[in-house]
T-cell receptor, first 116, second 112 residues
Framework: AQSVAQPEDQVNVAEGNPLTVKCTYS??????LFWYVQYPNRGLQFLLK??????LVKGSYGFEAEFNKSQTSFHLKKPSALVSDSALYFC??????????????FGAGTRLFVKA | DSGVTQTPKHLITATGQRVTLRCSPR?????VYWYQQSLDQGLQFLIQ???????AKGNILERFSAQQFPDLHSELNLSSLELGDSALYFC???????????FGDGTRLSIL
């Protein structure tokens, strides 16, 4: 079965510094990987996805993620953090359902705090 | 605004009761997904429907059921409620199953 792991419960960075939120995955076959963000009392918002192609994926709000097949990682990055980036970040992988559908398996989430 | 509407936003009920959560997907989206988010279990996939048909099943209890109607809205039915069912329940939708999902703001269910 597919799975993702987010090894850090929390990441703290200063505003203006680069940020990295880590994710590793375990899949059989080609990975379909996603990053979502959740703000308080809101649903998740899609940031970016990797299906195939360039290992560096650019997404919303200046975020990007680097796919590394040899390290089975898909880390989320941003060159310069903003206080407004403070939120809960989820890495996810797509898995196939028995009836041909798709289920998305989410990591436990990493809380990002950006200090002014 | 994701375009996904969930009602009600909050629901308070007692153990043993039954509730129905409703989701209207984003216009044009055929796939609907249900998730449960709790502090101890994280975000758990429950079930996916595509154009009215069940397509994928996750960690959904037998006390829970869902359906997607011809107008594509979906309902999640939770019965014989237990204290541990207290959680945020999210609905998401996508055009097709392998596309990014758009999430509603959830229904917060509290069991007393």
């Amino acid at each position: 079965a597919q799975s993702v792991a987010q090894p850090e419960d929390q990441v703290n960075v200063a505003e203006g510094n680069p940020l990295t939120v880590k994710c590793t995955y375990s899949v059989s076959g080609n990975p379909y990987l996603f990053w979502y963000v959740q703000y308080p009392n809101r649903g998740l918002q899609f940031l970016l996805k990797y299906i195939t192609g360039d290992n560096l994926v650019k997404g919303s709000y200046g975020f990007e993620a680097e796919f590394n097949k040899s390290q089975t990682s898909f880390h989320l990055k941003k060159p310069s953090a903003l206080v407004s980036d403070s939120a809960l970040y989820f890495c996810a992988v797509r898995d196939m359902g028995r009836a041909g559908g798709f289920k998305t398996i989410f990591g436990a989430g990493t809380r990002l705090f950006v200090k002014a | 605004d994701s375009g996904v509407t969930q009602t009600p936003k909050h629901l308070i009920t007692a153990t043993g009761q039954r509730v129905t959560l409703r989701c209207s997907p984003r216009s044009g989206d055929l796939s609907v997904y249900w998730y449960q988010q709790s502090l101890d279990q994280g975000l758990q996939f429950l079930i996916q429907y595509y154009n009215g048909e069940e397509r994928a099943k996750g960690n959904i209890l037998e006390r829970f059921s869902a359906q997607q109607f011809p107008d594509l809205h979906s309902e999640l039915n939770l019965s014989s409620l237990e204290l541990g069912d207290s959680a945020l329940y999210f609905c998401a939708s996508s055009v097709q199953g392998d596309q990014p999902q758009h999430f509603g703001d959830g229904t917060r269910l509290s069991i007393l």
